[in-house]
């Protein structure tokens, strides 16, 4: 047990019980897939008179807040869900214009012909959005139908019947020291029982991962991989702005092994989304993918884009790209997984919002049902019979060898997906699956040389402090650190030692910090204050020795149209 949840447990003895609140359905994170969920069911209760409770905790400290995204949307799953979407203002504003695709060297970039992209490359119907605004769009639809949400009140506990299932979920104390004990703002979190629980979190779901262990969802599934996506927010002289523009680039900067590449979006409003996506499964311990992404934007072919412009905001956020493959068993005694939190993100488009969304309608219709039938606490498996059904397993099935062909480095990955995906059209006979879950994957650091990466010029490219600033990111200060180690001794003993302390390049905002106390020995630093949540840290630490908990309501960054 962590320190967080042994101190939550003595005040829960202390001060409990606590008070508890009843629905139909509790939805945890306020995404797409979560909101979906919620506008489905509530639609199926409307039709069919059959009145169903329905709310929705959030973590951010409003819809959106926490919500980093590229993003292109593919707006199929929306157009499910609510057919009326352009009568009712959804921000999908900008279609997708033209689509471009380089290979980097150093001072080159070399296109690829339109003919020869693979149709997960082309982005024809396509939306350009900020998904942080469709998703504050979401929740207003969500409210109009009757959705309770509730933005700064993350779930931080499962609550489970005594038969096992799952009740609902317990959200966080507030007023809370570092040392865990009560401040004059103390107040203790409260119950939310429902006779089904859908989990949303996202990517890495921190009630997500104990699910999969608890329910042992992951049994004979491929390891799930992840990588971090890190995202700067342009605002671009007008002369050099092409709205709907699309641009994916692979190679340079990243070494031919490590998996990975970059995006940049041109928005509506003279606004440029521009990110670079690095796998977690990369075995180099100097690598810093917050560097990799600061250098990529020196390239002429990209720098170009911002001479005369001015950043607006930063922020990053893993993916779960695994796949298919790796996707759990969706279902357990008295609730679901959605969205990313699931792993339903198809990564051969870097898309999951559609994904999301479409999970989310297919347990809505499942719990749905189940309400109908008078159930409650057991497993909905009418979601995963209905998704195998579904245009979403059609399209992960065409995608399943994207990930672990490109795993193989880029030539050999570049290749086999032209074979894989406009030869054969995603009809291979053959299926490959990742072997190795992303933390195994780092080698010692004495089998390489550290990379001598470029100063800053704080005008196209910065340091990490400047960028977490720009996040608007916050925590209460005097608060349970929200990152927490199993065994305080590891970062020291293990990951400095043997791996030249990781978690100081891999964190994309400078949390992890290794200090010499007055005694000259090594201390690793939390600076935990600046985490903008992207829960690298949770998936990359060698030893899964830090555990990402939630922080007290409303902490994180606070990204504006990310
Ligand atoms: C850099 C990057 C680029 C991307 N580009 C694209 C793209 O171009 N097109 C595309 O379609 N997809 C893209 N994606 C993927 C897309 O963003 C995700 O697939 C999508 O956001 C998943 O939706 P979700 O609802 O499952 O999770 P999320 O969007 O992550 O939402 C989860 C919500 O739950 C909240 N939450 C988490 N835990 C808790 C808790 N315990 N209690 C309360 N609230 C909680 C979070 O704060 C968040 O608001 C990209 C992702 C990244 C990181
Ligand atoms: S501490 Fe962990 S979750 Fe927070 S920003 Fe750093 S890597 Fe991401």
Redesign the pocket.
């Known amino acids: 047990m962590t320190t967080n949840a042994s101190t939550a447990s003595s005040l829960l003895e202390q001060y409990g019980p606590r008070e508890a609140m009843e629905y139909d359905v509790v939805i945890?994170?306020?995404?797409?897939?979560?909101l979906a969920a919620s506008i489905r069911l509530k639609q199926l209760a409307a039709e069919q008179n059959h009145e169903v409770s329905v709310c929705v905790?959030?973590?951010?400290g409003e819809l959106g807040a926490?919500?980093?995204?590229?993003?292109?949307?593919?707006p199929q799953a929306l157009t499910e869900l609510l057919p009326n979407w352009k009568e009712l203002g959804a921000p999908l504003n900008t279609a997708v214009s033209e689509d471009r695709f380089l290979f980097l060297t150093e001072s080159k970039a070399y296109k690829t012909p339109n003919f020869m992209l693979p149709a997960c490359f082309q982005n024809h119907g396509n939306y350009v959005v900020s998904?942080a605004n469709v998703v504050r769009w979401l929740g207003q639809q969500a409210e109009a139908l009757g959705v309770e949400v509730f933005p700064g009140?993350?779930?931080a506990e499962i609550l489970y019947n005594d038969d096992g299932s799952v009740r609902g979920v317990a959200t966080g104390n507030m007023g809370v020291d570092r040392a865990g004990i009560p401040t004059a703002a103390f107040q203790l979190g409260m119950e939310l029982h429902a006779k089904y629980t859908l989990f949303?979190?996202?990517?890495r779901?921190?009630?997500g991962k104990q699910l999969l262990e608890k329910f042992d969802l992951n049994k004979d599934k491929a390891p799930q991989s992840y990588a971090i996506?890190i995202?700067e927010l342009w605002e671009i002289d007008p002369a050099l702005h092409q709205p709907g523009l699309v641009i994916h680039t692979a190679g340079w900067p990243l070494a031919n092994d490590t998996y990975g590449g970059s995006?940049l979006y041109h928005l509506e409003n003279n606004q440029v989304a521009v990110?670079y996506?690095v796998g977690l499964a990369y075995d180099n311990p100097y690598l810093s993918p917050f560097e990799e992404f600061q250098r990529y934007k020196t390239h002429p072919e990209i720098s170009k884009f911002f001479k005369g412009g001015k950043r607006v905001s930063y922020g990053a956020?893993a993916?779960t790209a695994g796949g298919l493959q790796s996707l759990p068993k969706l279902v357990f005694a008295g609730g679901a997984l959605i969205?990313?939190?699931a792993g339903f993100?198809n990564a051969s488009r870097?898309?999951?919002?559609?994904?999301?969304i479409k999970s989310g309608m297919m347990a809505a219709d499942a719990a749905f049902a189940a309400l109908q039938g008078g159930r409650q606490y057991d497993e909905l498996s009418d979601y995963p019979q209905a998704f195998e059904k579904s245009w979403l397993h059609e399209e992960l099935h065409v995608a399943r060898n994207f990930k672990p062909w490109m795993s193989k480095g880029l030539y050999t990955g570049a290749l086999m997906v032209g074979i894989d995906q406009l030869i054969l059209r995603g009809k291979a006979p053959w299926t490959l699956r990742n072997t190795h879950a992303d933390h195994t994957c780092l080698r010692p650091a004495a089998e390489f040389q550290p990379i001598a990466y470029p100063k800053p010029d704080n005008t196209l490219t910065f340091d990490r402090l400047s960028s977490v600033f720009i996040s608007n990111t916050n925590h209460v200060e005097d608060q349970p650190i929200h990152l927490t180690l199993k065994d305080a001794s590891v970062p020291v003993d293990i990951n400095l030692a043997r791996y030249a302390g990781p978690e100081a390049r891999y964190c994309p905002a400078a949390v992890y910090e290794f200090v010499k106390t007055d005694a000259g020995e090594d201390r690793l630093q939390i600076n935990a204050q600046n985490c903008v949540h992207c829960k690298t840290c949770d998936i990359k630490d060698p030893t899964q020795n830090i555990v990402w908990v939630?922080p007290e309501g409303g902490g994180g960054p606070n990204y504006p149209n990310m």
Not at 28 to 34: C, S
Not at 57 to 60: N, P, Q, V
Not at 200 to 203: F, I, L, Y
């Open positions: 945890v994170g306020g995404g797409p897939a979560g905790l959030e973590k951010g926490h919500i980093l995204s590229g993003a292109v949307m593919d998904l009140f993350p779930a949303a979190e996202g990517a779901g921190h009630l996506g995202k995006f990110g996506v956020r993916i969205g990313c939190d993100l870097i898309k999951g919002s559609h994904a999301a939630t």
